[in-house]
């Protein structure tokens, strides 16, 4: 009971003293708070532009779908619940190899970031493992992958089974 009665007199004393200081200030504001309103801006959360992607299998059907700049290819088949048998099974954690994609070779050599050691190791294990492979969970959209079209294989081979 006396904590309370001690926190209750220190919180009487700084509202008394803020508001003793506030009838000293232009518009009643503290000057910290006036600082502060003035430096602090809340910009709208920009959208994230949205980039097609068009999955062709094996049997030539081609399937587009439609994610946003950041999305890995992955999210993008998960987003749109894209029935590619198998695909990402670990979801992302470089744990398989059921998300393999061939890529153009032009559009191979212009992704941003290469594979990894991890990547490299999972893309040995896949079937249909050609020179422009790669992980669609480790491939993150981007304004100029707006369009894209990549080649799903046959066949998956899950590296964890």
Request: charged share 25%; glycine share 6%; aromatic share 6%.
């Amino acid at each position: 009971m006396a904590l309370v009665n001690q926190f209750q007199r220190f919180s009487r004393s700084i509202l008394g003293i803020a508001s003793s200081y506030s009838k000293r200030t232009r518009n009643g504001t503290l000057p910290f708070l006036q600082a502060t309103r003035r430096t602090l801006t809340t910009e709208p959360l920009s959208e994230k532009q949205e980039v097609n992607i068009t999955f062709v299998r094996a049997s030539g059907e081609k399937i587009k779908a439609k994610g946003k700049v950041g999305d890995t290819i992955l999210d993008i088949v998960v987003n749109n619940e894209i029935d590619l048998d198998g695909y990402g099974a670990c979801e992302g954690t470089l744990t398989c190899s059921t998300c393999h994609l061939i890529f153009p070779k032009e559009v191979y050599d212009a992704l941003p970031d290469k594979p990894t050691d991890e990547e490299l190791d999972m893309l040995d294990l896949a079937y249909e493992l050609t020179d422009t492979s790669r992980l669609g969970c480790q491939i993150v959209m981007t304004k100029e992958l707006d369009g894209v079209e990549v080649r799903v294989p046959a066949t998956i081979n899950d590296a964890r089974a």
